[in-house]
Nanobody
Framework: QVQLVESGGGLVQAGGSLRLSCAAS????????MGWYRQAPGKEREFVAA????????YYADSVKGRFTISRDYAQSTLYLQMNSLNSEDTAVYYC????????????????????WGKGTLVTVSS
């Protein structure tokens, strides 16, 4: 049974940093694409960042490019999202996602089909 468990969310002041983690279990995830989405109150879920399986190509939403960094520990099947220079617009529930296809280049597409999701972790940025 695939499980994705996020951690690291919380309350942070604007301009601060947080690092989210996602522990994956139930499969060998080294070839899976993995990534992060977020959903702010009253808004649709949106793509944040993704990293391809095996080769580790990274992709970012324009809104986080230069501030967020996605990475993964293949040996530990753990995904990370380092978030710097946070602002109030980053307030959202952040979801970890994984898909057996190693290609993450289309994850930015709205309603792109992804097989596995975590339950989310809340990030609140106070101004």
């Amino acid at each position: 049974q695939v499980q994705l468990v996020e951690s690291g969310g919380g309350l942070v002041q604007a301009g601060g940093s947080l690092r989210l983690s996602c522990a994956a279990s139930g499969r060998t995830f080294s070839r899976y694409a993995m990534g992060w989405y977020r959903q702010a109150p009253g808004k649709e879920r949106e793509f944040v960042a993704a990293i391809s399986g095996s080769r580790g190509f990274t992709y970012y939403a324009d809104s986080v490019k230069g501030r967020f960094t996605i990475s993964r520990d293949y040996a530990q099947s753990t995904l990370y999202l380092q978030m710097n220079s946070l602002n109030s617009e980053d307030t959202a529930v952040y979801y970890c996602a994984a898909d057996p296809s190693p290609d993450a280049s289309r994850w930015y597409q709205p309603r792109y089909g992804i097989d596995y999701w975590g339950k989310g972790t809340l990030v609140t940025v106070s101004s």
